[in-house]
């Protein structure tokens, strides 16, 4: 075994040695200072490692696993920055709802992040809105607008057979999910004042998506017929 030491490039490249430090303050692959602790905290950024060595030409055999986020304080190395920054989401509207692509794909990849989560929940409710309007004849909105629709009782739109109880268990969840995510997220800027980020826009959209799929399999009750 040998023992190798690393500077780091926060472009993702390393720089080793054996037996001690690397002496060269630069990126040898891009030209970038190199770094040995943490920009967060200036903390240590763990470099040492052994490994076998080629025989024929001296390097190491098994690089470690470099972390992407402080031990010391959580915060991601310049590295990962750029990764979770760079990352391609262009794939995640295969997975999304059609209608999520439809309302939210060009708000999204505008830098809408807010707007685009804002139209998905605004859809939302208006698709319950008028189905809940069709059965009672009455105009709610937002959270008490879900509780009544999805209530296990007498609902607008069943999402499963309530004469068992795992059916009646199904329809009271999700009745708590589309409350709970018009009241939580419904409008992201209204709410908190901040910026949404793209990562987290993309978890909200992903909520939406999964409630549009219910609404597809919901059947919309026939106007209550009361004396
Ligand atoms: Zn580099
Ligand atoms: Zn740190």
Redesign the pocket.
Known sequence: MANFYMKF?P?D?VVYAEGGMPTQKY?T????ELISKCPSCNSDIPNYFESRKYFTNNTPVNFPRKNDFCIQCGQPYPWAKQFISGLDHSGIWELMHPTITEICKSRFESGHYADSVEAAFKEINAIVKSAHYKKTGKEEDGKSLMFKAFSSENPSILLSKLDMVTGRNIQEGYMYLFAGSIQAIRNPNAHNNLKISKELSIHYLFIASLLFKMLDKGIIQEKNITT
């Open positions: 490039c472009n490249h990126c692959t891009c030209g970038e």
